[in-house]
């Protein structure tokens, strides 16, 4: 008899169950779409109906342990393979990222405009007054105003002809006040101590000028009778 020694059994390992459910994944893929092409349906494949007993590697039959891991594992490599055949949806385009503000730039700072040089005032004549009663009267009461003197034109017109009839060099030399040294003077008829306490400010100190004396004249009424107008006699 010739020597020789019979081929061990061969366990299979899980490598080698994947690798032969991978392989036989791929067939019925394979068989599948055989299938699907157009053919004589009525011709009958006298091989599939032979029955074929599964073996492992080496020839030897599969006990039922081995036949169940191999249906699980053949489960389980179908299912990732029919996940894997699975066809993505097309992936959304990439919109170009917005770029964002950058705030390591140093920003201009914003220079205002310039303002328009402001139109010089247009320079304002003095007001002229005619050198007379009239005149005299009308500047004065623009200044009191100015100062918060009361007074009308008809009060000072009025006591003003009584006391001087409009001349403004006009002296008393008659009355207590010129006995006593101190005639009365001007327009308005005033001592030298009610001018001097009275004096508006911005008038010549003179007592004789017509201006300086209505205005000082009409101070010491405002606050003795409350106004000029009030006059009406010696005061």
């Not at 394979?30 to 004589?40: C, I, K, M, Q, Y």
């Not at 894997?84 to 950058?102: C, F, I, Y």
């Not at 328009?116 to 005619?130: E, Q, W």
């Amino acid at each position: 008899m010739p020597n020789f020694t019979l081929p061990r059994t061969v366990r299979m390992t899980r490598t080698h169950k994947v690798s032969a459910a991978l392989v036989a994944t791929a067939g019925c893929a394979a068989a599948l779409a055989f299938t699907a092409a157009p053919g004589d349906t009525g011709t009958t494949d006298a091989r599939g109906a032979a029955a074929v007993k599964p073996v492992s590697a080496n020839g030897m039959p599969l006990t039922a342990k081995d036949r169940a891991d191999d249906g699980k594992e053949a489960r389980a490599v179908a299912s990732s393979v029919a996940s894997g055949l699975k066809v993505a949806p097309a992936e959304k385009q990439d919109r170009p990222a917005e770029q964002t503000a950058n705030r390591s730039i140093e920003r201009k700072a914003l220079v205002a405009p310039k303002a328009a040089p402001k139109a010089p005032k247009a320079h304002k004549a003095p007001k002229r007054y005619a050198n007379n009663l009239d005149g005299w009267i009308r500047e004065s009461l623009d200044i009191m105003k100015a100062k918060g003197i009361p007074g009308s034109y008809e009060g000072l017109h009025r006591n003003i002809m009584r006391e001087s009839a409009g001349d403004p060099n006009a002296v008393n030399d008659w009355d207590i006040n010129a006995i006593n040294g101190v005639p009365s003077k001007g327009l308005l008829q005033v001592i030298q101590p009610t001018f001097d306490a009275y004096h508006v400010a911005g008038t010549p100190k003179k007592l004789t000028d017509p201006i300086a004396n209505i205005t000082a004249a009409a101070n010491y009424a405002a606050d003795r009778y409350g106004s000029i107008d009030n006059v009406d006699s010696a005061y």
